[in-house]
T-cell receptor
Framework: DAGITQSPRHKVTETGTPVTLRCHQT?????MYWYRQDPGHGLRLIHY???????DKGEVSDGYSVSRSKTEDFLLTLESATSSQTSVYFC????????????FGPGTRLTVL | GENVEQHPSTLSVQEGDSAVIKCTYS??????FPWYKQELGKRPQLIID?????GEKKDQRIAVTLNKTAKHFSLHITETQPEDSAVYFC???????????FGTGTRLTVIP
């Protein structure tokens, strides 16, 4: 499982509330990613990090922010959740000689009512 | 950015038959192509990958082929078994860009 955990695993929240999802890794990987998975869309990159305090946007970053204050933790924040952000969120780390091989965490199912 | 298309969206095969899933990509600079298997309620798992300097790669019953000129790559599963039933995703990456772009998935059902 590449030493990746996500918390919470399930969350139900209401529109307009802030939500923070946590990804934790134990193997000191430099690259970490947040994806969302929706039917008909596969997995889409939200944000990624290439080191402590180094982050960049993915293809669906609107409405999301991230932070990485230490190597092992990558946080995804929905400042004001909307129903369109109901999804399954996966964290991933990259490894391999060129940091190409990505391995996923167990996922967080988020429902915004 | 990259656009990855995947076909078919669903595929049913009899146990023991072969299954083929095809993907096309748009960015000629993409040079790393992984395949993931996702069982219901589980995380995607990397099952095989190929780099652009290789035309084919095999690992037991699964193989991946790449045609750089046509910008398409395929997953081949031989002697399918019920435990191969899952959703399979292809993806493409331009090395150095760190962004994986995924296809929309193929639901494979192996009928015993």
């Amino acid at each position: 499982d590449a030493g990746i955990t996500q918390s919470p695993r399930h969350k139900v929240t209401e529109t307009g509330t802030p939500v923070t999802l946590r990804c934790h890794q134990t193997e000191n990987h430099r690259y970490m990613y947040w994806y969302r998975q929706d039917p008909g869309h596969g997995l889409r990159l939200i944000h990624y990090s290439y080191g402590v305090k180094d982050t960049d946007k993915g293809e669906v970053s609107d409405g999301y922010s991230v932070s990485r204050s230490k190597t092992e933790d990558f946080l995804l924040t929905l400042e004001s959740a909307t129903s369109s952000q109901t999804s399954v969120y996966f964290c991933a780390i990259a490894t391999g000689t060129s940091n190409n091989e990505q391995f996923f965490g167990p996922g967080t199912r988020l429902t915004v009512l | 950015g990259e656009n990855v298309e995947q076909h078919p969206s669903t595929l049913s095969v009899q146990e023991g038959d072969s299954a083929v899933i095809k993907c096309t990509y748009s960015d000629s600079a993409s040079n790393y192509f992984p395949w993931y298997k996702q069982e219901l309620g589980k995380r995607p798992q990397l099952i095989i990958d190929i780099r652009s300097n290789v035309g084919e790669k095999k690992d037991q019953r699964i193989a991946v082929t790449l045609n750089k000129t046509a910008k398409h790559f395929s997953l081949h599963i031989t002697e399918t078994q019920p435990e191969d039933s899952a959703v399979y995703f292809c993806a493409a990456l331009r090395v150095g860009a760190n962004n994986l772009f995924f296809g929309t998935g193929t639901r494979l059902t192996v009928i015993p």
